[in-house]
Structure formats: structure tokens, C-alpha cells
């Protein structure tokens, strides 16, 4: 037999499994993602001092129903400027992606990467817009699994659904950081998204694991 085949034949054994598992034992529960409150996410973190929040663009809101959107700007005493954007939601897809929406405001992507600040990995963009350089660090947090029977296979069907789902749809929360690269170095930038992180945590921890 081919390993094409043999591939194929695996992962219909795989689906069948899944099926038999999901008939067995009940539709299984997902991940949805949670409203969190944002709206009390800290305008000082540490050194940085955070200004009032911003308008949302009613545009923006009417494509975004179900989310909400704070967004402020956070200065340090050295007189550096980063802005912060939180976007959080009952529907994952009203959490918008930073490389989609950035380019449809205007912004050029110069550069992707990614970046792992301590357990938690984040995107980096370089974006140009009519000469402003800014960079951009992003990433999604906040995903509450359903408890789920520990019966075996209940567990491998868990895996399996799991496996189709990109982690980003299971997520509550998106972090946005801008930062003028004209003014603030690495280190700046670096500063405050270490700043961030325990409010993000937070924040997050208040979500809630459904039964």
C-alpha cells in the first residue's frame, strides 16, 4: 500500500472515531469565547500612564456588533507614547485580525515575525504609512475549555475537534501595541509590553471554565 493510502485510511479511521465518540457520548462542548470587562483594565502599568479611553469609529462598531473596544494611550516619564487597543467578544469573529485590518486602514506591512515574550507568543509587524514607521505587537489570550468527561474517548474526540479549529476562534481576547519606531527604540517597546502582560493576565483570569 501507497503512503497515500495509508495516510488516507488513517485519518478516515481518525474521523470515523471522532464520530463514533461525538454519537456515543453527546455533541461535545467547545470553547466559546467571553465578553471580558475591559472596560477596568488598569490605566497605570508601572512606569505607564494611561490617558482617557478613545472613540470607536462608529464604522468600525457596526462591523464589530458584539465586540468591545478600549483603546488608550500610554505614556512613560521619559515621555515615550504607546497605544494600547483591547478587543474582546462574544463572537470570534468580531476580534479582528491586526494584519487584515491595519493594511484596510491604510498601513503598508513591511515585515512579519513573531516573538515569544516569556509563555506567550505574539506577532510583530513593521508597517509604513506615507512615511510613519510604526511597529505592532499583537497576540490572542483569554480561551476557556469546557470541562469534559474523562472518559478516553471523550478526551481523543476532544483532541480531534480541536485539531479543526484554529486556536485564534477559541479566544476572548486580542492585545494591539503601537509603537512609533521614529521615537521609541526596542527596549521602550519591549518595556511596556512587559508592563502589559500582568494586567493581561489578569484580565483574563476572569474569565470563566464552563461545566
Not at 37 to 52: C, I, K, R, Y
Not at 67 to 90: F, Q, S
Amino acid at each position: 500500500m501507497r503512503q497515500s493510502e495509508i495516510c488516507a485510511a488513517i485519518c478516515c479511521i481518525t474521523l470515523l472515531a471522532a464520530c463514533l465518540a461525538d454519537y456515543g457520548f453527546g455533541k461535545l462542548p467547545m470553547a466559546t469565547p467571553q465578553r471580558l470587562p475591559v472596560e477596568s483594565f488598569p490605566t497605570s502599568l508601572g512606569a505607564w500612564q494611561g490617558g482617557d479611553v478613545m472613540p470607536v469609529d462608529p464604522d468600525v462598531q457596526a462591523q464589530l456588533p458584539s465586540a468591545k473596544i478600549i483603546e488608550r494611550m500610554y505614556t512613560d516619564p521619559a515621555g515615550h507614547v504607546i497605544d494600547l487597543t483591547l478587543v474582546t467578544a462574544n463572537d470570534s469573529l468580531d476580534i479582528h485580525d491586526p494584519s487584515i485590518c491595519l493594511p484596510a486602514q491604510g498601513w503598508k506591512i513591511l515585515n512579519s515575525s513573531s516573538m515569544s515574550y516569556g509563555s506567550q507568543a505574539a506577532n510583530i509587524l513593521d508597517l509604513d504609512e506615507s512615511g510613519q514607521k510604526m511597529t505592532t505587537v499583537y497576540w490572542w489570550t483569554g480561551c476557556y475549555p469546557p470541562r469534559l468527561s474523562k472518559h478516553i474517548w471523550v478526551q481523543y474526540a476532544a483532541k480531534i475537534q480541536n485539531h479543526f479549529v484554529h486556536a485564534r476562534e477559541l479566544d476572548s481576547l486580542m492585545v494591539r501595541i503601537m509603537s512609533d519606531s521614529g521615537t521609541n527604540d526596542d527596549a521602550t517597546l519591549n518595556n511596556f509590553v512587559q508592563s502589559v502582560m500582568p494586567a493581561v493576565k489578569q484580565l483574563t483570569d476572569k474569565g470563566v471554565t464552563r461545566s
